[in-house]
C-alpha cells in the first residue's frame, strides 16, 4: 500500500506548529484547522502550502467539509481543548478519514488526570476509525515540574529518584511523527502505539549532569511517595510524581523503544535532556 499523504492537524500551538512544518517538509497535502485563523504564523503555512480553515469543533457540517479528501487527522490539541476529540473522530469517520491520531505525546497511563486518553481510544475502537498512538515522555523543555529547580540549584525527589523517566523535545517529536505517517505502510499504522523517547534519566542522573553543567552540589529534597500519593487525585503535580516513582513515566520499555525507532525511523536523532538543563 501506498504510504498517507493527505493529512488535517487540529491546533497550531507549541507541538502543532511543529508538526505542521514537518508535514509540509514532507510535501504533503496538509490542512490546518483552527479555531483563530489571524495568528502571523498561519500566513507562513500558507506560503508554504497548506489550507488553513478556521473551523467551530462543535459544528459537524463545518468539519465534515474540512474533512473531505483528509486520510489522516493529527490532533495537537492543547490541554484544556483534548475533550472535543471525541465528537471530531465520529465526524472523521463521517468524513471518510482513514487514521486519527490523538493528542497523547506523553505516557502511557490512562487514569486520573489522563483518563481522557481511554475515552478517545474506546471511542475510535468502537468507530473502527484505527489510531496510531505515539507515546514520548514528557516535553523536555518543560520536566522542570517534576521537581527540577536549576536556577535555585535544588531538586525535590519523589521517592528515591533512582527511577527513570521519559523526555522528548516538541521539534524531535515532530519530526518523528511526521516521518512516520508520511513513510509507513497504513498496515503498519492502524491501531499502533509506538513508544519514543530523546532520553531516558531518573532524577539523580539529571542532578549529576546539572551539577557537572553549572559547576555546583544541587540541593536535593525527599518527598515520602505515599504521602505524595495522597493527592493523587487532586494535585497535577502529584499525579504525575507518584506515576514517575511507581516506574509508568517511561514511553515503554527500553527494548520496545529501540525496537520502534528501528522501525519507524532510524535515522532519528533526538536531543539529550542535557540541552534543557537551564537555569
Known amino acids: 500500500m501506498v504510504a498517507f499523504k493527505s493529512f488535517a492537524v487540529l491546533g497550531a500551538g507549541t507541538?502543532?506548529?511543529?508538526?505542521?512544518?514537518?508535514?509540509?517538509?514532507?510535501?504533503?497535502?496538509?490542512?490546518v484547522l483552527t479555531r483563530d485563523d489571524t495568528k502571523p504564523a498561519f500566513?507562513?503555512?500558507?506560503?508554504?502550502?497548506?489550507?488553513?480553515?478556521?473551523?467551530?469543533y462543535s459544528t459537524e457540517g463545518e468539519l465534515k467539509k474540512a474533512f473531505s479528501g483528509v486520510e489522516v487527522v493529527v490532533s495537537a490539541l492543547g490541554q484544556f481543548a483534548l475533550g472535543v476529540q471525541v465528537e471530531v473522530a465520529k465526524v472523521a469517520k463521517a468524513a471518510?478519514?482513514?487514521?486519527?491520531?490523538?493528542?497523547?505525546?506523553?505516557?502511557?497511563?490512562?487514569?486520573?488526570?489522563t483518563s481522557h486518553k481511554k475515552v478517545v481510544q474506546d471511542t475510535?475502537?468502537?468507530?473502527?476509525?484505527?489510531?496510531?498512538?505515539?507515546?514520548?515522555?514528557?516535553?523536555?523543555?518543560?520536566?522542570?515540574?517534576?521537581?527540577?529547580?536549576?536556577?535555585?540549584?535544588r531538586i525535590r525527589v519523589v521517592g528515591s529518584g533512582d527511577v527513570p523517566f521519559s523526555v522528548t523535545a516538541r521539534p524531535d517529536i515532530a519530526r518523528f511523527v511526521a516521518h512516520t505517517l508520511t513513510t509507513a505502510e497504513p498496515t503498519d499504522l492502524a491501531w499502533a502505539k509506538i513508544p519514543i523517547?530523546?532520553?531516558r534519566k531518573t532524577h539523580h542522573?539529571?542532578?549529576?549532569?546539572?551539577?557537572?553543567?553549572?559547576?555546583?552540589?544541587?540541593?536535593?529534597?525527599?518527598?515520602?511517595?505515599?504521602?505524595?500519593?495522597?493527592?493523587?487525585?487532586?494535585?497535577?503535580?502529584?499525579?504525575?510524581?507518584?506515576?514517575?516513582?511507581?516506574?509508568?513515566?517511561?514511553?515503554?520499555p527500553a527494548e520496545a523503544v529501540e525496537a520502534a525507532i528501528q522501525k519507524f525511523f532510524p535515522e532519528w536523532n533526538p536531543s539529550p535532556i542535557d540541552e534543557f538543563i537551564t537555569a
Open 96 to 113: 471518510g478519514v482513514q487514521l486519527f491520531v490523538p493528542a497523547e505525546y506523553g505516557i502511557y497511563v490512562t487514569e486520573g488526570f
Open 43 to 56: 500566513a507562513e503555512y500558507k506560503e508554504n502550502g497548506a489550507t488553513v480553515i478556521k473551523v467551530d
Open 205 to 252: 542522573e539529571v542532578a549529576a549532569i546539572a551539577e557537572k553543567k553549572f559547576g555546583k552540589k544541587f540541593e536535593i529534597e525527599y518527598v515520602d511517595l505515599e504521602e505524595n500519593r495522597k493527592k493523587f487525585n487532586t494535585d497535577f503535580i502529584a499525579f504525575f510524581t507518584t506515576i514517575l516513582a511507581d516506574g509508568n513515566a517511561v514511553s515503554g
Open 124 to 153: 475510535l475502537k468502537e468507530l473502527q476509525l484505527p489510531y496510531t498512538v505515539f507515546y514520548t515522555g514528557f516535553f523536555a523543555r518543560d520536566h522542570g515540574f517534576l521537581g527540577f529547580d536549576y536556577a535555585n540549584a
Open 197 to 199: 523517547e530523546g532520553d
Open 15 to 31: 507541538l502543532g506548529s511543529h508538526i505542521i512544518n514537518e508535514l509540509l517538509k514532507a510535501k504533503v497535502s496538509v490542512k
